[in-house]
Every structure is written in C-alpha cells, then in structure tokens.
C-alpha cells in the first residue's frame, strides 16, 4: 500500500509549531490518514476537529487518526475525538486511532472513551 502526501503541513493558527503539526495523507485503497503531532488542548482541539471534518466530507471509507505524535491531550482534545467519532459514525466511515503514547493512551484509559475507539499501538 503506498501512500501520497495529499496537504501540506498545517499548524494552530498564531501558535508556535510546537503546539500542533497536522499531515494528511492517503492511500491508494482511499483510506486517509491525519498524523497529528504536539499538544492537542483547548487552543489546539478545534484545528485537529477542523482539519479531520474536512477529510470526513470527502467520504473516504477508513479515516486514521495519527496521534502517536501527541504528547499531551487535554480535556478539550479528547471532547474533539468523541465528536469526531460521532460524526464517522453517523456518515458509515470506520475511524481509528493511532495511540502510543502515554499522554494519550491514559487520558483514554481514565475517562473511559477507550471504548469508544478502535485503537492500535503503531502505524501499520
């Protein structure tokens, strides 16, 4: 499966690029992916939102949702990705998540939205 960078890089707007990098890419199979790397917090969580709803509209059958590049996801950050489940859901798109890190994986494992996701260690 190769993959073709499909945007550019893209970060908070006003923000230093330590606060969040946004990528997208896709795959000749439609899947896309958005690779998201630094904070995604109160400041940052409407950019992520902004950025992954345009990729929904496409409607591409797989979205991935990159976060392995994380390294903090706030309160705001994780009410985005609920609502971006939501919105994948309710458009019969499969949404998955990329989660390695720490910052991630326990904010999910603590408020329970684990659940809610289809999760995987690493990029495949």
């Known amino acids: 499966m190769s993959k073709a960078d499909s945007s550019a890089r893209t970060t908070a707007p006003g923000a230093g690029d330590d606060l969040l990098s946004l990528s997208t890419s896709a795959d ?10 630094g904070d995604i917090d109160a400041y940052t969580a409407p950019l992520l939102r902004t950025v992954v709803e345009a990729q929904l509209r496409r409607g591409r059958p797989k979205l991935i949702l990159d ?4 390294q903090f996801l706030g309160s705001a950050g994780l009410a985005a990705l609920v609502e971006i489940q939501k919105l994948a859901t309710a458009q019969g798109i499969d949404l998955r998540l990329i989660a390695s890190t720490r910052a991630v994986t326990r904010a999910l ?6 659940r809610l996701f289809a999760i995987s260690g690493a990029a495949d």
């Not at 494992?109 to 684990?114: A, K, M, R």
């Open 28 to 37: 000749q199979d439609g899947a896309v992916t958005v690779s998201a790397t």
């Open 67 to 70: 976060l392995s590049g994380v």
């Open 109 to 114: 494992e603590v408020t329970g939205l684990v």
